[in-house]
């Protein structure tokens, strides 16, 4: 059974699932080798109602009614260059109106049959050069959302299968920036 519909995104049960699956869709409309792109996720009823203009500039207009709950994601300003994105996302607060975020993040991995295999002793760098020259990198892109609920999504796109319908999804897919993105929601 075909899971696309005609704009050729995959179908998604919830909404947390489907604003992933569009931010992934968005940013491999842009190709590879890109920035990590940082995403508010608003609830798009509440989104009409109280911001009709920006509404109107991402293209929700009244006629088209979404599904309950469903979640658009607006994208940030570009993240700082040089800043270590765990650096990054600890100063990060979001106003009330703002359910959720996401991150999308490109990174080099490498299979866990590997992991017996890396050098020891190597230091960040040095291990960073090691994945890379290492024939069996694979590099993905990592889509992952949370909500201020705590309910997590992520969706994995390898490059080498860089398919709509070869994305990869689950909850705990990306753990660690699944963590991240939860605690620039924490009440400090």
């Not at 005609?6 to 842009?30: H, K, Q, W």
């Not at 975020?101 to 992991?115: D, G, I, K, N, Q």
């Not at 897919?173 to 929601?185: D, H, I, K, R, W």
Request: aromatic share 4%; net charge negative; hydrophobic share 40%.
């Amino acid at each position: 059974m075909e899971n696309l519909p005609p704009n050729g995104t995959p179908l998604a049960s919830g909404p947390l699932t489907r604003a992933v699956l569009e931010i992934d869709e968005y940013a491999s409309g842009l190709g590879w080798d890109q920035p990590a792109r940082l995403f508010a996720l608003v609830d798009t009823a509440r989104l009409r109602a109280e911001e009709p203009s920006l509404a109107g500039q991402l293209g929700l207009d009244d006629s088209a009614p979404s599904p309950a709950g469903s979640l658009t994601p607006v994208e940030q300003e570009e993240l700082p260059s040089g800043t270590p994105l765990d650096e990054f996302l600890a100063t990060i607060a979001w106003p009330d109106a703002v359910g959720g975020c996401a991150m999308t993040v490109e990174r080099v991995m490498l299979p866990p049959s590997v992991e017996a295999s890396v050098p020891p002793d190597l230091d960040e760098r040095r291990l960073a050069e090691w994945v890379a020259a290492h024939p069996e990198r694979q590099e993905v892109r990592m889509t992952v959302a949370v909500l201020r609920d705590g309910s997590r999504e992520s969706a994995l796109r390898l490059r080498e299968k860089d398919s709509a319908t070869e994305v990869l999804t689950g909850a705990d897919l990306v753990p660690g920036l699944s963590e991240a993105l939860q605690a620039t929601f924490a009440e400090t």
